[in-house]
Nanobody
Framework: QVQLMESGGGSVQAGGPLRLSCVGF????????MGWFRQVPGKEREGVAA????????FYADSVKGRFTISQDKAKNTLYLQMNNLKPEDTAMYYC???????????????????WGQGTQVTVSS
């Protein structure tokens, strides 16, 4: 079993930065893929960024390419999402996710992930 805990959310003005963190607890050695998702009320949860744990390959949604960076610190079992040049449309609840079983499809698809954090709110004001 794996538990995930996000932190770092908050309120920021447009154009500003914010860094989210996600710490993994439990049997984290089985995790091969981790990602960040976001959701606003009334809309589906969407994949923002993902990282392959072993070889470090990264994947991004078009809407955040060039502004967001996903990274990991294996020694600390921590996943990060550095968000720069934030826009009001980035406002959402952000979730950390982890996968321990290979499933076909996009790395940013919810179907790939079977562990989820509780979420951290990000609010960007104009």
């Amino acid at each position: 079993q794996v538990q995930l805990m996000e932190s770092g959310g908050g309120s920021v003005q447009a154009g500003g930065p914010l860094r989210l963190s996600c710490v993994g607890f439990g049997y984290t050695d089985v995790i091969y893929l981790m990602g960040w998702f976001r959701q606003v009320p009334g809309k589906e949860r969407e994949g923002v960024a993902a990282i392959a744990i072993v070889y470090g390959g990264t994947f991004y949604a078009d809407s955040v390419k060039g502004r967001f960076t996903i990274s990991q610190d294996k020694a600390k079992n921590t996943l990060y999402l550095q968000m720069n040049n934030l826009k009001p449309e980035d406002t959402a609840m952000y979730y950390c996710a982890a996968a321990d079983k290979a499933v076909g499809g996009s790395q940013l698809s919810m179907a790939k992930y079977n562990y989820w954090g509780q979420g951290t709110q990000v609010t960007v004001s104009s």
